[in-house]
């Protein structure tokens, strides 16, 4: 099966420019996270949705990151405009959610999008 | 408080030796889950280990294993045998059960792991 899959993989853009950042979870998984990792700050949560419903934006850092889920397989988070202190990787995982799984429910990444904002 | 802490930035190892990185937490949460997570220098988040907090033993995955000690709340990574490609960032996580219904997970703030030929 193939795992999450995030598009680009590297993006450069310039200050004030729209930035879409694309994730394809895996079939058939309920949640979805988008986390962002800098070095000063680590990997922090932004949005997490469950069956396509946004449950906790608390992590969204300001009004210029939004994000969406439309359908099961597809998510974006965008933002506009952009600034160099958005410069980080940015990460997709999903997971999904079991009656039986007690505490488990591993969330399984996708392999980043490193953004840079010049 | 903090829910997971790595308090060890950064640690060394002789090769082929063992290696434990150290994670405690904090949850009054009856039912837990503990994971560990290898980010090599390629990005890549890649999933190593579990423990639930029911578990009466010790998780073990290859040259992994988790020494879970519950009543001190800690959950430290024991890597035997280290290899050069162990040299990554290691992240320690924790999903709650019952207070957190959004399977919501909190992470560490990662150590880095670099094994010395």
């Known amino acids: 099966d193939a795992g999450v899959i995030q598009s680009p993989r590297h993006e450069v853009t310039e200050m004030g420019q729209e930035v879409t950042l694309r994730c394809k979870p895996i079939?058939?998984?309920?949640?979805l996270f988008w986390y962002r990792q800098t070095m000063m700050r680590g990997l922090e949560l932004l949005i997490y949705?469950?069956?396509?419903?946004?449950?906790?934006d608390s992590g969204m850092p300001e009004d210029r990151f939004s994000a969406k889920m439309p359908n099961a397989s597809f998510s974006t988070l965008k933002i506009q405009p952009s600034e160099p202190r958005d410069s980080a990787v940015y990460f997709c995982?999903?997971?999904?959610?079991?009656?039986?799984?007690?505490?488990?429910?591993?969330?399984?990444f996708g392999p980043g999008t490193r953004l840079t904002v010049l | 408080a903090q829910k997971i802490t790595q308090t060890q930035p950064g640690m060394f190892v002789q090769e082929k030796e063992a290696v434990t990185l150290d994670c405690t937490y904090d949850?009054?949460?009856?039912?837990?889950?503990l994971f560990w997570y290898k980010q090599p220098s390629s990005g890549e988040m890649i999933f190593l280990i579990y423990?639930?907090?029911?578990?009466?033993q010790n998780a073990t995955e290859g040259r992994y294993s988790l020494n879970f000690q519950k009543a001190r709340k800690s959950a430290n990574l024991v890597i035997s045998a280290s290899q050069l490609g162990d040299s990554a960032m290691y992240f320690c996580?924790?999903?709650?059960?019952?207070?957190?219904?959004?399977?919501?997970?909190?992470f560490g703030t990662g150590t880095s792991l670099t094994v010395i030929p």
């Open positions: 079939s058939g998984h309920d949640y």
């Open positions: 423990q639930g907090s029911y578990d009466q």
């Open positions: 949705f469950n069956n396509n419903v946004p449950i906790d």
């Open positions: 995982a999903s997971s999904l959610w079991t009656s039986g799984g007690g505490s488990y429910n591993e969330q399984f």
């Open positions: 996580a924790m999903r709650e059960a019952f207070f957190n219904t959004g399977n919501q997970f909190y």
């Open positions: 949850t009054s949460d009856p039912s837990y889950g």
